[in-house]
Nanobody, 119 residues
């Protein structure tokens, strides 16, 4: 089992920045990738970004490309999501998720952290 805990959410003005962190514990040696997802009120959960746990390769949704950056620190067993030039439409609960080797889906989820961007 892997446990994930997010932190760093909050209220920010449009154009501002926030940095989310996700600390992993447990069988982190099973991890293959870490993803960030978000869910706004009344909307489905959507993919935001992904980082490979070992290689560090990244992928981003078009909506955040060029504004958000994700990275991982294996020694600290943590991933981060740096969010710049935030927009009101970025308002959502943000979740980190862990993907184990051989899995096509994400196997572990954090509890989520609220990000609110005021216009």
């Amino acid at each position: 089992q892997v446990q994930l805990v997010e932190s760093g959410g909050g209220l920010v003005q449009a154009g501002g920045s926030l940095r989310l962190s996700c600390d992993a514990s447990g069988r982190t040696s099973d991890l293959y990738g870490m993803g960030w997802f978000r869910q706004a009120p009344g909307k489905e959960r959507e993919f935001v970004a992904r980082v490979g746990w070992f290689g560090g390769s990244t992928q981003y949704a078009d909506a955040v490309k060029g504004r958000f950056t994700t990275s991982r620190d294996i020694t600290k067993k943590a991933v981060s999501l740096q969010m710049n030039t935030l927009k009101p439409e970025d308002t959502a609960v943000y979740y980190c998720a862990g993907q184990i080797s051989g899995s096509l889906s994400y196997n572990y989820w954090g509890q989520g952290t609220q990000v609110t961007v005021a216009s």
